[in-house]
């Protein structure tokens, strides 16, 4: 937990002696569910398979904590295990943040922050991020089904996040709209062709790319969202943990 702030932490730390490249992982759940807990799986692959340590931030949950309580949590957890890199045995030449759904959406508004104050980050993992508040892109509108996470989802995770719809143009509540993504993190952003939040996330590549950032962007094909963290029933899911855990490793290699 961080003193400072009361907020729980868990960490995730492969074998080896520190200082260590470390991932600061922010959960998904639409910025209202999720813990810690529900990132447990993704951690721990990922620790495993890069090596790295990752440490998971269990930032404050909306409607009780609205935008931009969670975004502030996160950049100043960020902030915290930097400033205390010796006690988290943190390489602070190495440290990337992630996440994934809302999480990556706070790891896309913390690189925003950081940017202007710090820590210095080498990278960001995009795991089909939001990244834009009433988003009406060609997957929004296809994402209609019932039975699978939908742009009606969507609607609802935003409504209880954003204490008014005028936050949505906020850049921290919507990445996509920052006046500038120059100077930011490479990035690594991933998709699914089933998702109603995969154009935006796109989107939120190409600008990044156009900005001259070191961006990749992958696609995968019959996935759905959600599926990042399904490795154990998905090949999708395993591919994408792996591609992550290549991109991470050669992240922090430099």
């Given at each position: 937990?961080l003193?400072?702030?009361?907020?729980?932490?868990?960490?995730y730390?492969?074998?080896?002696?520190?200082?260590?490249p470390t991932?600061?992982?922010?959960?998904?759940?639409g910025?209202?569910?999720?813990s810690?807990?529900?990132?447990?799986?993704i951690?721990?692959?990922?620790a495993n398979?890069v090596?790295?340590?990752?440490?998971?931030v269990g930032?404050r949950?909306?409607?009780?904590?609205?935008?931009?309580?969670?975004?502030?949590?996160?950049?100043?957890?960020?902030?915290?295990?930097?400033a205390?890199?010796?006690?988290?045995?943190?390489?602070?030449?190495?440290?990337?943040?992630?996440?994934?759904?809302?999480?990556?959406n706070?790891?896309?508004?913390?690189?925003?922050?950081?940017?202007e104050?710090?820590?210095?980050?080498?990278?960001?993992l995009?795991?089909?991020?939001?990244?834009?508040?009433?988003?009406?892109t060609?997957?929004m509108?296809?994402?209609?089904?019932?039975?699978?996470?939908?742009?009606?989802?969507?609607?609802?995770?935003?409504?209880?996040y954003?204490?008014?719809?005028?936050?949505?143009?906020?850049?921290?509540?919507?990445?996509?709209?920052?006046?500038?993504h120059?100077?930011?993190?490479?990035?690594?952003?991933?998709t699914?062709?089933y998702?109603?939040?995969r154009?935006?996330?796109?989107?939120?590549?190409?600008?990044?790319?156009?900005?001259?950032?070191?961006?990749e962007?992958?696609?995968y094909?019959g996935?759905?969202?959600?599926?990042?963290?399904?490795?154990?029933?998905l090949?999708?899911g395993?591919?994408?943990?792996?591609e992550?855990?290549?991109?991470?490793?050669?992240?922090?290699d430099g």
């Amino acid at each position: 937990m961080l003193a400072e702030s009361g907020l729980p932490l868990r960490i995730y730390r492969p074998e080896g002696d520190g200082p260590l490249p470390t991932l600061v992982y922010f959960f998904g759940g639409g910025w209202t569910l999720g813990s810690i807990d529900t990132a447990d799986g993704i951690c721990r692959q990922l620790a495993n398979s890069v090596p790295c340590q990752v440490i998971t931030v269990g930032y404050r949950l909306a409607p009780e904590n609205p935008f931009p309580a969670a975004v502030h949590d996160c950049h100043q957890a960020t902030q915290s295990i930097v400033a205390r890199a010796a006690e988290f045995q943190v390489d602070v030449d190495r440290i990337a943040v992630g996440g994934d759904s809302a999480g990556g959406n706070l790891a896309a508004a913390t690189t925003l922050l950081a940017r202007e104050s710090g820590p210095s980050l080498v990278g960001q993992l995009l795991v089909y991020p939001n990244t834009l508040y009433g988003s009406d892109t060609a997957s929004m509108r296809a994402g209609d089904d019932p039975f699978l996470f939908n742009k009606t989802s969507v609607g609802w995770y935003w409504e209880h996040y954003l204490s008014d719809s005028a936050d949505g143009l906020n850049p921290l509540a919507s990445p996509l709209l920052a006046t500038s993504h120059a100077g930011l993190p490479p990035a690594l952003v991933i998709t699914a062709e089933y998702d109603p939040l995969r154009d935006e996330g796109e989107f939120y590549a190409e600008k990044l790319y156009a900005a001259g950032v070191p961006t990749e962007l992958s696609r995968y094909d019959g996935m759905v969202h959600g599926f990042f963290a399904m490795s154990g029933v998905l090949d999708g899911g395993r591919k994408a943990i792996s591609e992550a855990a290549t991109w991470l490793r050669r992240t922090f290699d430099g």
